[in-house]
């Protein structure tokens, strides 16, 4: 029997990553194969300096022999890795006595040690005495020759070019060049003391003879996801050539430096995200800047602050993840009575505005505005949906062909262009639209009898790939900041969306450093990190830190963010133990948050997305619950890291003493109570502390399907902050007929509302556009807000059924729904592969799913069946009959069979594809 080879080949959860910092990296594959019951016994793998000598299966590097293990994954155990070296794998995997050929080869890069580093870091001249100015942009750039006699500098090299890498970073952002083609654009929103840095291949880029290398860099300043620093660029360029000899370019005062043709008198957008307001004068591009021979005698030698590390830049840290761009054209434009032209995207982006004029006219101005919202005469409103943000741009043309392209993206669905000069089409005017980089944006998919559920979806999906940026940001307009519970949010979506990793370890990580950065005595963590405003938590977002890592976890396998992250985990259970009150054992008066709106915790957000949630309260119910999950995962976290029992157990015990205290004291007539006091308690039950209690199991067996009833009963009354604990609730309860109102009622709260009224990216609050708001309010809310996106991971759990129940998703379990939805089907990524799922309620009540189950996973299909509808049959061949009998018939990969107490049949099965068929 044939094995098909192993295919998608990661290392740190990366295709072929250029740079890595990780010394014992993470290796992982899979098979894609249909046949039932497929699975891996063993594996090899090899790993070798170069990609002939793996070809000869020479691993001069490593090789593992041949391992008896069913996981898709090992951890390096070779050699010590050197810095600044490419190595090369491939894999062999068993399946009994099945042997698989050989998979192509992969490869990962290393990135440099700290004393790798020989390029300084530059600026302007005049920041040289410590005055900087955000919002500016300068040009950089360097010659040198890889032809001929070496130079007294160095910079000259000789013969061709085998191996080129840009090791490159700027504070804030850049875009790299080399010989006139843009290679790469970075953003390092991070504190200068670990601060990112980008391994870029430049091999084909470079050429032998004159060559050019150049950099457009700017800086911020501080702001929401900005920390303050101070501008700078760095690079180190090294080449291998042919015969072996190696040469560095680096920056330092003999790179040429000159203003770029930004407006830096331009004011700023907003005070929060720093960006200026991009006013750009095409006369002033210097064209040919990137390319040898041109002629820089104009500009200015560069400012060289010192070589790395050098004051504030203290350490550089291997970026691993990427932010990717794609063109999207204007599905229409509309002309205005003023011969201003209107252009509309469909939907909102996080983008780029590009304008490609034909005849420009010398010296003239072209005023242009995004925005999200038109005003009833066709203009794009400058203030609706902006978030106070000033989304103007300005550019000045030159004469003849020009194009306008600004520097940072903003939110935008409209842009208007005010007196262009001439006839712009569709194809004029595009949108650079910027994403972080995942590795199938439509790996996940979903469709059912129910339009609005899916258009629920397509919105959730198209949310979270566009709010993930450089890091999960709560909206691309006002603030582009990572707050802790929009992440989290963000996360769980784009984990079970596209199969993303990177771009959560890097958060969950980030979010580590911020408890030592600010919070190490008092157990903390930032709720926006990294950020420009220093020292600020929120109560309830620490205590959900554990819950996310956990989860993240679950859904990865990435054992190494557990152990990143515990011992702050760790300060966390001991923060939410020190604030538990020793008469009533409740959370009480949580530290946190002091001097705003999110003191002692912060239940949902905005503020009329609390639903008149009784705060008055020194305990706070949706506080303990969250209380209760910081201690119980510890104990998860602690158990998978095989700490001691005693460690183990002794968070299992605080987790039992604060239910049972939440049991005691807020539990109240059989409803959950907002909080209490010593004393007396609130007499509001909200949905908030109801639907916590039921998402996290802490409901008395006895009283679910009341409380259920009673959650599913108000509709929506959550935030899209924490409407996720409300889909929860319903979804572990059975409550699929509430799920797909609350995702379909376009009169109410909601999903559905939002498609209603023309938006098109999920928002901040159900009531971005109440007038019932205060203007001021109201203006402030974002329409581009993915933390509400979280909705598409309860739609593949409920309504396409598939759920996650081993680490890696190694057993699923597939249950279609028993009323709500006639039909669903869909994908869903795992580490494994691909579950597909396709099932289909007739009229007659006959149920029939196609299921395919990808290699080295089992799956339980739990179909749900009644008295009258009983009879299932496997691939053709039926199992059990209407009057409750097994046929004792076997079909291929089916491996467990049963009738359980809830009306349903559950079939275990290895991998491999399969029609059931229940009637």
Known sequence: MAIQQPTDLRTEYASNPLGIDEPAPDLRWRIETDRPGARQTAFRVLVASSEARLADGDADVWDTGKCESERPAVTYDGPALESGTDYYWNVRVWDGEAESEWSEPAMWGMGLDADDWEASWIRRADEADGEFERGQFSYVRREFSLKGESEDDGAEVEGEIERARAYVAACHQYELSVNGERVDRGQSFSYPDYHYYKTVDVTGALKAGENAVGALFTWNGEGQGRPTAEPGFICQLHVELADGTERTIVTDERWQLREAEWDEDAPIRNGEIADPVEIIDGREVPFGWDEPGFDDAGWEPAAVVGVHPTDPWERLITQEREVVGSRVEPESVTELESG????????????????????????????????????????????????????????????????????????????????????????????????????????????????????????????????????????????????????????????????????????????????????????????????????????????????????????????????????????????????????????????????????????????????????????????????????????????????????????????????????????????????????????????????????????????????????????????????????????????????????????????????????????????????????????NRSESHAMGATVLVSIQRALLGVRFRDLEAAHVEIRPPANGLSSASGTVPTERGTVDVSWDRAADGTLSADVTVPWNTDATVSLPATDDHGSLAIDGEVVWTEDGAETGTTPAGVVGLERTETDRIDVVVESGSYRFVLE
């Open 340 to 779: 201003s032209l209107v252009f509309d995207f469909g939907r909102v982006y996080s983008g780029l505005p590009v304008v490609d004029f034909e005849n420009g006219t010398e010296g003239h101005r072209v005023d242009m505005l995004a925005g999200y919202l038109l005003r009833e005469d066709g203009t794009v409103d400058d203030e609706e949906g902006t978030q106070w943000t000033d989304m103007r741009y300005g550019y000045v043309q030159r004469e003849g062909a020009c194009t306008f392209r600004p520097f940072n993206y903003l939110g935008v669905r409209y842009l208007q262009i005010d007196d262009p000069g001439e006839d712009l089409d569709l194809e004029d005017v595009s949108l650079w639209a910027l994403r972080n980089e995942v590795p199938d944006e439509h790996a996940a998919t979903f469709e059912s009898d129910e339009e609005t559920v899916d258009a629920v979806f397509e919105l959730a999906r198209h949310s979270v790939l566009y709010g993930s940026q450089e890091q999960f940001i709560d909206t691309p307009t006002r603030e582009k900041g990572q707050f802790l519970m929009d992440a989290f949010n963000i996360s769980r979506a784009t984990n079970r969306a596209f199969g993303e990793r990177t771009l959560t370890r890097q958060a969950v990580a980030e979010f580590v450093r911020s408890h030592y950065r600010y919070w190490e005595d008092e157990g903390r963590l930032n709720a926006v990190y990294p950020n420009g405003d220093g020292k600020r938590d929120i109560p309830d977002f620490t205590e959900a830190f554990a819950e996310w890592v956990w989860r993240y976890y679950r859904t990865s396998g990435d054992r190494r963010a557990l152990e990143i992250a515990y011992p702050v985990v760790q300060a966390i259970a001991d923060y939410v133990d020190q604030n538990v009150d020793a008469d009533t054992g409740l959370v009480t008066n949580l530290s946190g948050g002091e001097g705003g709106p999110y003191h002692e915790g912060i239940v949902d957000w905005p503020p009329e997305m609390r639903y008149g949630y009784d705060r008055d309260w020194p305990a706070r119910t949706t506080v303990n619950i969250l209380g209760t999950s910081a201690f119980g995962r510890a104990a998860d976290i602690a158990a998978e890291l095989d700490r001691p029992d005693d460690e183990i157990e002794g968070y299992r015990e605080r987790q039992a003493d604060l239910e049972a205290a939440i049991d005691e004291h807020l539990f109240v007539d059989g409803r959950y109570v907002d909080g209490c006091g010593a004393e007396d308690a609130s007499e509001h039950a909200s949905q908030h502390a109801n639907a916590f209690a039921l998402a996290f199991g802490l409901v008395p067996d006895e009283a679910v399907d009341d409380i259920a009833d009673y959650v599913a009963d108000q509709g929506m009354r959550m935030g899209p902050m924490m409407v996720p604990w409300l889909c929860e609730a319903l979804e572990t309860t059975d409550r699929t007929e509430a799920f797909v109102e609350l995702l379909t009622d376009a009169e109410a709260d909601g999903w559905a509302n939002i498609l209603a009224q023309d938006g098109t990216f999920t928002w901040e609050t159900w009531h971005c556009r109440s007038p019932e708001l205060p203007d001021d309010h109201r203006k």
